[in-house]
Nanobody, 121 residues
Framework: QVQLVESGGGLVQPGGSLRLSCAAS????????MGWFRQAPGKERDFVAI????????TYADSVKGRFTISRDNAKNMVYLQMNSLKPEDTAVYYC??????????????WGQGTQVTVSS
């Protein structure tokens, strides 16, 4: 069992930056692929970025490539999403998720409660 708690969301102006954090419980954190996903109002939950168990591999959605960076600290059971050059279309609830397999789909094993990111002037 893995419990995930996101933080760091908020209101930011277009072009600004935010860093999301996700704290994970349990002693098996390093055995999970970690991912960030987002869901805008009226839309399906979408993949944003994933990182492999020891952080060697990362994959990003085309819409965030070059602007967002996913990272993890296995010693602290943390995963991060640095978001730069934010756009209004990045507005969504952002979720942290954990899965045994490295994959892009949204059928992950464990999910956090989400944190709201709003990009607006």
């Amino acid at each position: 069992q893995v419990q995930l708690v996101e933080s760091g969301g908020g209101l930011v102006q277009p072009g600004g930056s935010l860093r999301l954090s996700c704290a994970a419980s349990g002693r098996t954190f390093s055995t999970y692929t970690m991912g960030w996903f987002r869901q805008a109002p009226g839309k399906e939950r979408d993949f944003v970025a994933i990182i492999s168990r020891i952080g060697i591999s990362t994959t990003y959605a085309d819409s965030v490539k070059g602007r967002f960076t996913i990272s993890r600290d296995n010693a602290k059971n943390m995963v991060y999403l640095q978001m730069n050059s934010l756009k209004p279309e990045d507005t969504a609830v952002y979720y942290c998720a954990a899965n045994r397999l490295y994959k892009i789909g949204t059928d992950y094993d464990y999910w956090g409660q989400g944190t709201q990111v709003t990009v607006s002037s």
